[in-house]
């Protein structure tokens, strides 16, 4: 059956056109006609529904005391936020990431409960969705060394009394698999979960974590079955210098002559790439997805983002569980990046519509999503309806809706989100799950688990003084 849906005014992801309606049928944009008759009630804004480029659907950290570290201890004391229960983990972070105007998110799952078979918990992640009604493409993350330091983990575990040591070896550090393992596993996953709103994609956690023979293998796997990747790529300043320590001849070049890097893959953050290296991934088509108040909370910079855009790279936004309050707010992300890197003065980057449009159109490519992120005829039907009155709020003149969005926007105007033609938010609400009531539960089951890393606790001071002095004497020589 058509529905329609009428906006005061409605932003195709080119055009703004004002009195529109959108029909759409059967998940499927039929058409935005223009000039209608003024509706009662409020005003509406409708866009083509946002995307969450890079997440990895995770309780805020801070919550476990990760706050104001650096990554390479943030990593290792949100091990605390270890999920006791899979699905509803996922669920809340997806009915968040819906709450704030998102279609689709990126989940590059980091760390599994271990409470059942991994195949198993990606499962539970793909009846989160289903439940929550987004879109998404998962990547179960996978590393095979240098699990505490980028480099030999002796020093760090020989300051380690006796008694902490045992623990932080049994949660961190493991024999590796041989890569063969980690590409059949995924396939396993692939046959479990994949669909027309479920992507999978391999997701290697970043350079500095795999070895280049699990690299090599992954780039030779994905170019036989056109599976996307995604991967974190110079996130902090320890991770540039391990690069240049470790391919002297460019670490980006070894991923181009291995056919790791190509319009297959996704790059999150980038803060330390540099512009010989942004030029190889544009003339690749890779994409680069900036997750800016992460970026802020881990101390990791703020990133060429703009440099980065003009030399021809795809830029996405990504929230990765680290938004400025912890909140998902993908729209206030959104906002931070325009703003942080839109130029200077009276020289622009790009207007706010082009800005929004990159955002949804590259960021539907990172999770593997069909259709030009454009609400137009014969389009998916993702889109997001936003109030309109709340943003401008005080009414006195005409004012460009986007304007208002980018000067305004944040989760709290949202109030509907469509995707693949029906409502997984209705009046700021998910229409799939009762989220407050599955966030009392996931904050009970929390407190139930802290106990069983009791002994992680005692160790952290040691811990993390130990792999600051790693860092510090080492990891930036």
Request: aromatic share 6%; hydrophobic share 45%; charged share 20%.
């Amino acid at each position: 059956m058509s529905k329609t849906a009428f906006a005061t005014s409605l932003f195709t992801g080119k055009d703004l056109v004002a009195n529109a309606a959108l029909r759409y049928e059967e998940g499927v944009v039929g058409a935005v006609l223009p000039d209608q008759p003024a509706q009662a009630g409020p005003r509406r804004l409708i866009i083509p529904a946002l995307v969450n480029a890079h997440d990895h659907a995770r309780a805020s950290a801070t919550s476990f005391g990760a706050s104001n570290m650096p990554l390479e201890t943030w990593i290792l004391r949100s091990a605390l936020g270890t999920p006791p229960d899979p699905y509803l983990a996922a669920a809340v972070s997806l009915a968040r990431t819906a709450r704030a105007g998102c279609g689709a998110m990126m989940v590059h799952y980091t760390r599994p409960s271990g409470t059942m078979p991994i195949v198993e918990e990606a499962r539970q992640i793909a009846r989160a969705a289903r439940d929550v009604g987004i879109r998404i493409a998962f990547a179960l993350a996978v590393r095979d060394q240098n699990p505490l330091v980028y480099g030999d983990s002796a020093a760090v575990l020989d300051a380690l009394p006796a008694e902490a040591r045992q623990p932080i070896e049994e949660l961190f550090v493991r024999s590796p698999s041989p890569p063969s393992v980690y590409l059949d596993l995924l396939d396993e996953i692939h046959s479990a979960i994949a669909g027309p709103l479920i992507d999978v994609q391999y997701g290697p956690a970043g350079v500095q974590w795999c070895s280049p023979a699990l690299l090599e293998a992954i780039a030779e796997r994905s170019a036989a079955t056109g599976r996307r990747i995604h991967m974190h790529l110079l996130e902090t300043i320890y991770q540039r210098a391990w690069a240049d320590r470790t391919f002297p001849g460019g670490m980006v070049r070894y991923l181009k002559d291995i056919g790791l890097l190509s319009e297959r893959l996704t790059l999150a953050h980038c803060v330390h790439a540099r512009p010989d290296e942004l030029d190889l991934i544009a003339e690749a088509g890779a994409i680069i997805v900036t997750n800016f108040s992460s970026n802020l909370h881990l101390h990791s910079g703020l990133g060429p983002i703009a440099d980065a855009h003009r030399r021809g790279c795809a830029i996405a936004v990504g929230v990765d569980g680290a938004a400025l309050d912890e909140d998902d707010d993908a729209i206030r992300e959104m906002r931070l990046v325009q703003l942080a890197h839109d130029g200077l003065g009276f020289k622009r980057n790009w207007s706010r519509a082009e800005f929004l449009e990159l955002a949804v159109c590259n960021g539907r490519r990172t999770v593997g999503a069909p259709g030009p992120g454009a609400l137009v005829a014969g389009a998916p039907a993702d889109f997001t309806v936003i109030d309109l009155d709340r943003l401008d709020r005080d009414a006195l003149m005409p004012v460009d809706p986007l304007d208002l969005f980018f000067a305004r926007g944040n989760a709290s105007c949202v109030r509907d989100v469509v995707v693949d033609g029906h409502c997984i938010l209705r009046d700021g609400q998910p229409t799939g799950i009762d989220l407050e009531a599955l966030q009392t539960e996931l904050r009970s089951l929390f407190r139930k688990n802290l106990p069983a890393f009791a002994a992680m606790q005692a160790a952290w001071p040691t811990l993390e003084g130990a792999t600051e002095r790693w860092f510090e004497h080492a990891g930036c020589s």
